[in-house]
Each structure stands twice: as C-alpha cells, then as structure tokens.
C-alpha cells in the first residue's frame, strides 16, 4: 500500500545542518529525500548505519561529502522490490530483523 503516503522536507533546518556539517545545502537536501522517500517504499524503519540511520553524525556527513553514504544491501534489495510488487519492507518482520533496524515513533 503505497497510496497517500508524503513526505516533507524542511528546508531551513537542512541548510543549517548543511552549514554546521561543512556540506552544500542542495547534497544533503537529496540525503534527506532520499531518507524521506525510503520512508515512503520501505515504511518507518531505520537502519544502523547509511542514508535510513535515524540520526546521522560525523561519519555520514564525511560520507555525504563524498558521496558514498548509500542504503545498505538489504534495503537496496527491497527498493528493487517495490516496483516489481514486492510488499513494503515494514509488512515484511524478516526484513526488518534482517537489517537490523529499528522502529522509530518521532516522525523523521
Ligand atoms: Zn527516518
């Protein structure tokens, strides 16, 4: 069930963080969509590491410089997944112990 799903992006907070972190504004607003809109294919979870981390710190700011901060092989998986009509991750618990995520009640 992907219908009337949405994301939001606030912009003044991304440039903030962008200044604080050393990044441009427009790279970390596509880490923030790319994070929102893994929200909206794969549902509220979050991973331990990568673009679905519930809180990014030093080291995915090094990586959004660098553009290597990416999803993990498990959610690249079932991103394919969903085109092909795969249900969404969140429906799917052996997903989501075998990313080692977790849920998070804050919407982010
Ligand atoms: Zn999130």
Avoid at 50 to 62: K, V
Avoid at 65 to 79: K, M, N, P, T, V
């Amino acid at each position: 069930m992907l219908e009337n799903r949405y994301a939001s992006l606030y912009v003044y907070e991304i440039r903030t963080y962008a200044d604080q972190n050393g990044l441009a504004a427009g790279r970390l607003m596509a880490y923030v969509a790319a994070h929102e809109i893994g929200h909206l294919l794969l549902g509220p979870v979050h991973s331990s590491s990568g673009i679905m981390r519930a809180a990014w710190g030093e080291e995915e700011y090094r990586d959004m410089a660098h553009g290597r901060l990416d999803f993990s092989e498990a959610e690249r998986q079932a991103l394919r997944g969903v085109g092909a009509g795969t249900r969404p991750a969140v429906d799917r618990p052996e997903m989501i112990a075998q990313n080692n995520v977790t849920r998070r009640q804050a919407s982010n």
